[in-house]
C-alpha cells in the first residue's frame, strides 16, 4: 500500500505540469477509482461555478503527506474556492479557476471562503469575483489555505 501511495505522488507530480483534455480528465485515476465506487462514477461528483458556468467535477482528496510534499514541489495547482471543507455539504457551489481549455491542471488547493463580518453570504459565480471580493481596504471575504489537495476531474458540463 505504502508503495502504490508513493508511485500515486509520483504519477500526480508528473502529470501535474501537463493541460489535459476532457477526454483525458475524465479517464484519470480518480475517476476510476470514483468509478469502482458506484453512482456510474459520480459517487464524488459536485457541481462548480467557472467564469458563472456550471461544471461537475469528480473530487479525490490526497493525504495529508501527499498533499505537503505537492505543495512543497508544485506550485501549478490550480485552485478551488469553497464554502465549507469540501468533505462537509456545501453552503455555496465551490468555484474553480480553470478547466480543461483554461490552464487546467488536476491537482487543486482548496481555498475556504469567509465572509468578513458585516457581509452577508451569497454565491459567487467565478475566481475573479472571489479574487476582487477579497481584495481592497475593506475586503468583503478573506480566503484561507487549508492546505488540502484534491484531484479533481471536470467530467462535463452541469
Known amino acids: ?23 483525458d480528465a475524465q479517464l484519470d485515476s480518480a475517476a476510476k477509482l470514483a468509478a469502482t465506487s458506484g453512482g456510474n462514477g459520480r459517487i ?8 458563472a458556468k456550471l ?5 479525490f482528496e490526497l493525504s ?6 505537492i505543495i512543497a514541489n508544485n506550485m501549478s495547482s490550480n485552485i478551488i474556492y469553497a464554502s465549507n471543507d469540501l468533505d462537509d455539504p456545501q453552503d455555496f ?7 480543461p481549455t483554461d490552464g487546467f491542471n488536476p491537482l487543486w488547493l482548496q481555498k475556504l471562503i469567509v465572509f468578513n463580518p458585516g457581509f452577508t453570504p451569497h454565491q459567487f459565480f467565478s475566481d475573479d469575483e ?5 481584495s481592497g481596504s475593506n475586503p468583503e471575504i478573506k480566503l ?7 484531484r479533481c476531474s471536470v467530467i462535463g458540463p452541469k
Open 44 to 51: 464524488t461528483a459536485r457541481p462548480v461555478y467557472y467564469d
Open 130 to 134: 472571489v479574487l476582487t471580493a477579497a
Open 1 to 23: 500500500m505504502k508503495t502504490q501511495s508513493v508511485l500515486l505522488v509520483i504519477a500526480l507530480i508528473l502529470s501535474s505540469c501537463t493541460k489535459m483534455s476532457l477526454r
Open 144 to 150: 484561507v489555505n487549508t492546505g488540502e489537495i484534491y
Open 93 to 99: 457551489n465551490s468555484v474553480i479557476d480553470a478547466i
Open 55 to 59: 461544471f461537475t467535477v469528480n473530487m
Open 64 to 69: 495529508d503527506d501527499a498533499a505537503k510534499k
